[in-house]
């Protein structure tokens, strides 16, 4: 349910709407729109006359959110939601590309990753710490010396840091080194730790898990934001489908109907979503086409000698192929990507 407050509304009679609901059992989450106040009522409000909260004073408006997701809906928040990190601004008419290599294996490669791909227009970088691997007995990460690597290379060349946290035990180290927190496939539906992350200052990175549908993938966004934390980015990064030719299938069709379901920020992983270096810039290039408001791209500069995902990671030369076709795709929807650095 979402309440309307007046134009005016003034404080003392907010606090009373507020107070009523809360004596009630509902949870609260408060919100300041263009003009109005807006609050949104968690739990089941069906037996709620909309009627006794529409007198309230200071109310002008009181309706009921349909979708099972409340915060994340576009019925509680019409206008897009912008997260600004320092000088980098996610959902706005940029489209901000994510690049690095699958996992930090060495400072040297990270350095030589994160020099180019930052020349090459890249805002974030992306690299894993604590890697989720489904061998046991393949590369898990290099752990803090791994995030203490990406941090150094990020701010050498001006970047954001993007990576992966395990479980909520790593939350509070991982803070310390990133400005994103990325939420892997196999973990979007640990409701624990969603709600964890809930508690977070960092915006959360929600990669779609590999069989969710996208009401699942959506209401695993929710545990995030009832938790407090309204920073939430959406990943599409492929489904498992009866398909034997891609690692994955990249659902394109879940960008455009995320962004009208939900107001948040929506990306899209090629590289996980294909698994094959040759298929990513084809679908990176849809992806934009189709409204992205970012893409997360895996770039080494030996991939054959990677330890982790070498096969779905861009060479240097491929990557910036993929930047100079994406300039020309962003532009045509009205949309931006950053320039090359000289």
């Not at 009181?62 to 809906?73: D, E, T």
């Amino acid at each position: 349910m979402v309440i309307i407050m007046e134009k005016n509304a003034e404080k003392t009679q907010i606090g009373r709407v507020i107070e009523k609901l809360d004596t009630m059992g509902f949870k609260i989450h408060k919100s300041k729109g263009v003009d109005h106040t807006i609050l949104g009522v968690i739990g089941n409000t069906s037996k709620i006359d909309i009627r006794d909260l529409q007198i309230l004073p200071g109310v002008t408006d009181v309706y009921r959110i349909s979708a099972p997701y409340k915060l994340v809906s576009r019925e509680f928040q019409h206008k897009d939601t912008i997260i600004k990190i320092k000088d980098v601004e996610i959902g706005g008419d940029e489209v901000i590309v994510i690049a690095g290599p699958c996992a930090i294996e060495s400072k040297e490669q990270t350095m030589i990753i994160a020099e180019h791909v930052s020349k090459a227009g890249a805002k974030i970088l992306r690299g894993g710490a604590f890697k989720p691997r489904t061998s046991p007995y393949s590369f898990q990460g290099l752990g803090e010396e791994g995030l203490k690597i990406i941090r150094e290379a990020a701010d050498k060349y001006s970047m954001l840091v993007i990576t992966e946290v395990m479980d909520k035990e790593q939350i509070p180290l991982v803070e310390e080194y990133t400005d994103i927190i990325q939420v892997g496939a196999r973990n979007m539906q640990n409701f624990t730790f969603l709600s964890a992350l809930g508690g977070s200052g960092k915006p959360v990175f929600l990669k779609r898990g590999i069989s969710a549908t996208i009401k699942e993938w959506l209401m695993s966004a929710e545990y995030i934001l009832s938790g407090g934390n309204r920073d939430v980015i959406m990943c599409e990064r492929g489904i498992r489908t009866f398909e034997t030719y891609t690692r994955n299938t990249l659902d394109i069709s879940a960008i455009p109907v995320v962004q009208k379901q939900s107001h948040l920020p929506v990306f899209a992983d090629p590289s996980h979503g294909t698994g094959l270096r040759n298929k990513v810039i084809p679908m990176a290039r849809a992806a934009i086409a189709a409204g992205a408001d970012g893409i997360m791209i895996e770039v080494h500069h030996d991939p054959d000698n990677a330890l982790s995902d070498g096969a779905q990671s861009l060479l240097p030369d491929q990557f910036d192929s993929l930047m100079d076709q994406s300039r020309i795709i962003a532009n045509v929807i009205g949309k931006k990507i950053a320039n090359r650095k000289e």
